[in-house]
């Protein structure tokens, strides 16, 4: 299996950038296609698609998320972090079955 | 809008079996592939099975092959999940979620907590 790694807390201070990295134990790219993907999730809610193939804005969100990143590394940005922010995120790769999830950044304020 | 709404969560009994149902809304059902993700308490997410639009295909993690059944009912616009030989590791919440083209999971239910104790 694809292994995923987050760090599991990052804090942040209103306002400022949040970069949330996310380590493939193997390539998740094909040719050009990055098949890695992040999620939101606040307590007690579903997750939201954030950011689909790496860098690809979701229907709705706003434009302080953007996502980069290609092969094993990729990383998640908000910049600025709004209060609205504070969840958890989680990082998917579709590359191969099954398809794993990262255990999640919680972002915190400092 | 698209919803998705689960049901058919509850407590049962290890051993026994379980079966969740998920109505979708808002988006032709048969055009998409449909997926179960779960999430035990305080836990990850960790994908279930999916099912391709026409129901012709199925894939499963290894900790459910042979115990759960991914399968859907296009003319309902409902996707089902049969749980067989339910162990207290499947305690959970679990999501129905649709893929999009891009193979990520584009829109996901609220939820239906299962919970296996005896």
């Known amino acids: 299996d694809i292994v995923l790694t987050q760090s599991p807390v990052l804090a942040v201070s209103l306002g400022q950038r949040a970069t949330i990295s996310c380590r493939a134990s193997?390539?998740?790219?094909?040719?050009?296609?990055?098949?890695m993907h992040w999620y939101q999730q606040k307590p007690g809610q579903q997750p939201k698609l954030l950011i689909y193939?790496?860098?690809n804005l979701a229907s709705g969100i706003p434009a302080r998320f953007s996502g980069s990143g290609s092969g094993t590394d990729f990383t998640l940005t908000i910049d600025p972090v709004q209060a609205d922010d504070i969840a958890a995120y989680y990082c998917?790769?579709?590359?191969?079955?099954?398809?794993?999830f990262g255990a999640g950044t919680k972002l915190e304020l400092k | 809008e698209v919803q998705l709404v689960e049901s058919g969560g509850g407590l049962v009994q290890p051993g026994r079996s379980m079966k969740l149902s998920c109505a979708a809304s808002g988006f032709t059902f048969n055009n998409y592939d449909m997926a179960w993700v779960c999430q035990a308490p305080k836990k990850g997410l960790e994908w279930v099975a999916t099912i391709s639009y026409d129901g012709s295909s199925t894939y499963y993690r290894d900790s459910v092959k042979g115990r759960f059944t991914i399968s859907r009912d296009n003319a309902k616009s409902t996707l089902y999940l049969q749980m067989d030989s339910l162990r207290s590791e499947d305690t959970a919440t679990y999501y129905c979620?649709?893929?999009?083209?891009?193979?990520?999971?584009?829109?996901w239910g609220q939820g239906t907590l299962v919970t296996v104790s005896s």
């Open positions: 193997q390539s998740v790219s094909i040719s050009s296609i990055n098949l």
């Open positions: 998917q790769q579709s590359r191969e079955s099954p398809h794993t």
């Open positions: 193939r790496a860098s």
């Open positions: 979620a649709r893929l999009d083209y891009s193979s990520s999971f584009a829109y």
